[in-house]
Nanobody, 120 residues
Framework: QVQLVESGGGLVQAGASLRLSCAAS????????TGWFRQAPGKERTFVAA????????YYADSVKGRFTISRDNALNTVYLQMNSLKPEDTAVYYC?????????????WGQGTQVTVSS
């Protein structure tokens, strides 16, 4: 059974940093692209960042470029999201997701999410 478990969320002030982690199990992690998404209250879930299976390619939403960094450690089956210079508009539930390489654009597996709240 595939499981993605996020951690590292919390309540911080604007300008602070957080690092989210997502531990994967039940899948061959290094054969999966992974991504982070977020959903703010009353809004749809949106893309934040993605990283290819080997870590060689990364992608970011314009709203987080230069502030967030996605990385992964395939030996630990974990993907990270380093979030710096946090803003109140970054407040959301953050989800990690994974999809097999070459399986298309949709993510097959999702975590339960971790809450990030940024106060002004």
């Amino acid at each position: 059974q595939v499981q993605l478990v996020e951690s590292g969320g919390g309540l911080v002030q604007a300008g602070a940093s957080l690092r989210l982690s997502c531990a994967a199990s039940g899948l061959h992690f290094s054969s999966h692209d992974t991504g982070w998404f977020r959903q703010a209250p009353g809004k749809e879930r949106t893309f934040v960042a993605a990283i290819s299976w080997g870590g060689g390619s990364t992608y970011y939403a314009d709203s987080v470029k230069g502030r967030f960094t996605i990385s992964r450690d395939n030996a630990l089956n974990t993907v990270y999201l380093q979030m710096n210079s946090l803003k109140p508009e970054d407040t959301a539930v953050y989800y990690c997701a994974a999809r097999p390489v070459g399986a298309g654009d949709d993510y097959n597996y999702w975590g339960q999410g971790t809450q990030v709240t940024v106060s002004s």
